[in-house]
């Protein structure tokens, strides 16, 4: 990694390409609520969505490549009083990544979310030992 020196007046270089963030293959370094792990039989994806209810979290799974979106809208307005200030909050989430080989794309995960995380289960493949075949000389 380089030095750069700092510039109070170049803020901007801070977003630069420069910085070497680590990244998975197929996942982009600004999906920074997603965790992505194997374990034994299943990848696990986590996607941070705080304050989302399931009703509105999007998953859909096509070309081997795995989408999440979720958005929620939430307008504080009482009608009976005056108003001088109306806040509204919403909040927008996307994520996207590249199942890899060996994950069973044609079965549908399982998803749950708990505490403002969505947890996708994609089962693998079974692993088939490698068989060792016999040869033997034509004719006996």
């Known amino acids: ?26 996942i982009s370094r600004l999906g920074q609520g997603l965790n992505i792990y194997e374990t034994e039989d299943a990848l696990v994806a986590e996607a941070a969505l705080p304050g989302i209810p399931e009703d509105k979290i999007d998953v859909t799974v096509e070309d081997g490549i795995a989408r999440i979106s979720a958005q929620s809208s939430d307008n504080q307005e009482q009608k009976d009083q005056r108003r001088y200030f109306m806040s509204s909050l919403v909040s927008s989430y996307n994520y996207s990544f590249r199942l890899p080989e060996g994950v069973i794309k044609d079965e549908e995960p399982s998803a749950e979310v708990e505490n403002g995380v969505l947890t996708l289960v994609f089962p693998k493949l079974e692993k088939v030992p490698p068989r060792k075949i016999k040869v033997v000389k034509k004719g006996k």
């Open 1 to 26: 990694m380089t030095l750069i020196r700092w510039n109070p007046r170049s803020l901007s270089s801070i977003f630069d390409d420069d910085f070497e963030f680590p990244t998975l293959p197929g």
